[in-house]
């Protein structure tokens, strides 16, 4: 089941995102970042449990970032992060954001989804805020990919 996330979820958000991004699959998230962006996140329910989580990123009038999208390791390849990603983009289309971009090293997970391929430097530099913060921003090996929803 997807629903909007709430406080009580942040500190299980940040364990899920936090237990991949040890891996290196994605960006660590402090609390206090996630309890002051909890609003933009959908969370996956399994058994009364949260499983997955997702947000969507607002940059600008026109551009949003799918972001910290992540599925617990039990949870993997039962069509949660299918759910999200769908549940986030549905919000993209409340808000009229005309594109979704993700940078993600889940290149074949995302170009399932409908989204493509697309050069890093086409971006506009606006979404590159979080690059300050990354370890790897010397050596990025995240692909960007975008989806179009048409805005208006
Ligand atoms: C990537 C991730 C979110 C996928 O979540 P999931 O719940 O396992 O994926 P789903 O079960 O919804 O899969 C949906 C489809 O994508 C496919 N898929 C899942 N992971 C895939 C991958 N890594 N590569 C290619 N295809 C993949 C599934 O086979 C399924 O295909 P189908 O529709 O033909 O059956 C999850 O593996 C994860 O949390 N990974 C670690 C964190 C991460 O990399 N996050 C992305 C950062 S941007």
């Known amino acids: 089941m997807i629903r909007d996330a709430n406080v009580n979820d942040v500190p299980v958000i940040r364990d899920l995102i936090n237990s991949h991004a ?3 699959r994605m960006l660590f998230r402090s609390l206090a970042d996630l309890y002051e962006s909890v609003g933009s996140f959908k969370v996956f329910e399994a058994d009364g449990q949260v499983v997955g989580c997702c947000s969507l990123h607002v940059y600008w ?3 949003a970032e ?6 617990h390791d039990d949870h993997q390849g039962r069509g949660a992060g299918r759910e ?3 549940a986030v983009i549905e919000m ?4 009229k954001v ?7 090293l889940e290149k074949d997970f995302f170009v399932k989804l ?7 430097d086409s971006l506009p530099l606006k979404v590159w805020s979080d690059c300050v913060h990354c370890p790897k921003q010397d050596c990025c090996d995240e692909i ?9």
């Not at 799918?66 to 599925?71: G, I, T």
């Not at 993209?92 to 808000?95: A, H, I, L, V």
């Open 22 to 24: 040890e891996r290196n």
């Open 61 to 63: 009038w026109d551009i």
């Open 66 to 71: 799918v972001k910290s999208l992540a599925v």
């Open 84 to 86: 999200l990603v769908k």
């Open 92 to 95: 993209g289309r409340q808000y």
């Open 98 to 104: 005309g594109r979704i971009f993700t940078l993600t």
């Open 114 to 120: 409908g989204f493509e391929q697309v050069p890093m």
């Open 144 to 152: 960007a990919l975008l989806f179009e929803l048409g805005g208006k």
